[in-house]
Nanobody, 114 residues
């Protein structure tokens, strides 16, 4: 099993920045992809960005050029650097790890005020 703990959410003004962190523990050797998803009130949970073991990244179109996903394997941590934040980025952000199964963190709230 894999355990994921997110941190770094908060309240920021439009145009501001936040960095989310996700620390993985447990059977981390079996993880092949990690990512960030977000869920706004009343909406479904959507993909934001992913990173593979080889370092290949993928972003949803709405965050390209503003968000950067990265990994520090020595710290078993994945980051999401979010710049130029917009009110529509407001959501609960969830860390995700893919092995033979999928694992989710508890989520961290990001609120962008206009």
């Amino acid at each position: 099993q894999v355990q994921l703990v997110e941190s770094g959410g908060g309240l920021v003004q439009t145009g501001g920045s936040l960095r989310l962190s996700c620390v993985a523990s447990g059977s981390i050797f079996s993880i092949n992809t990690m990512g960030w998803y977000r869920q706004a009130p009343g909406k479904q949970r959507d993909l934001v960005a992913t990173i593979t073991n080889e370092g290949t990244t993928n972003y949803v179109a709405s965050v390209k050029g503003r968000f950067t996903i990265s990994a520090d394997n020595a710290k078993n941590t994945v980051y999401l650097q979010m710049n130029s934040l917009k009110p529509e980025d407001t959501a609960v952000y969830y860390c995700y790890a893919q092995t033979s199964y999928g694992y989710w963190g508890q989520g961290t709230q990001v609120t962008v005020s206009s």
